[in-house]
């Protein structure tokens, strides 16, 4: 099966990251063998995804404790302010309950002495 450029420029993704069928690989690896064009775009796109993955690695190797150290900063500080929030709900809690009971209490023991 003879298939164009374009086709193999769009399939160059898929053949690169070999996730393309059976059929796919066999067209592309055929036409790549008679069209220099298509296989320099082929190989450009090649090193461009080898070198990324290599750039990726290498930042994951230089300082694999960094990721580690932001997550744990992160959870601390979300960690202080739930208890923030949390302390603020118990006084507001409090505060509703003793302001209730003194209305109540006022209520009862109030003013209203026949």
């Given at each position: ?15 690169t990251n070999n996730v393309a069928s059976e059929d ?64 603020i709900r118990n006084i507001t809690s409090v505060f ?19």
């Amino acid at each position: 099966m003879e298939i164009t450029c374009d086709i193999v420029t769009d399939l160059v993704d898929v053949y690169t990251n070999n996730v393309a069928s059976e059929d796919t690989v066999n067209a592309v690896k055929e036409h790549l063998k008679t069209c220099p064009e298509c296989r320099r775009h082929y190989e450009e796109y090649k090193r461009n995804i080898e070198s990324e993955r290599k750039n990726k690695v290498f930042v994951t190797e230089k300082s694999p404790g960094l990721n580690e150290e932001i997550i744990l900063e992160s959870m601390n500080k979300l960690s202080k302010r739930l208890k923030t929030r949390r302390t603020i709900r118990n006084i507001t809690s409090v505060f509703a309950v003793v302001v209730s009971l003194v209305v109540l209490l006022k209520g009862f023991f109030g003013e209203d002495r026949d």
